[in-house]
């Protein structure tokens, strides 16, 4: 399965629902000390990530139901999701996230590159490519 897209068979660790544990350094700052995530991986070759700030900021009391410029800046750096599709090098030891929507404008199209470790129960990627997020280390347990 080197350099391939996932297939549908058993043998893919990576198909399923995963939360997220930990964000060892990097990105934590933005996400505070108990971020919380769901990741995403199907058969297909699908992903989807969603990872949020915990706990949630409150928006401004009294803004009628509409949030002030400074609401949505925090909002927005506490969230983050995207989607696409995936391929597994797995002499490389990498998974691809290959984006195709963001809640990020600039990073439609990017790939995301992470070197994984994968049991059954466990899964942590590190960034491969991205010299702001090197030191991090995204870690997650399968979902029950």
Known sequence: MSNSAPDSSACNPFVGTWRLVSIDSGESRLFGESPVGVLMYDSDGNVAVQIMRNPRPEFAANTMGFPTPKDVQIAYKGYYAYYG????????????????GSLRPGDVGKDFVRAYTVTERTLSLKPVNDSQAKDACLNWERAK
Not at 87 to 93: E, F, K, L, P, R
């Open 85 to 100: 599709t995936y391929t597994i090098d797995t002499t490389a030891g990498q998974i691809t996230h290959h984006l195709k």
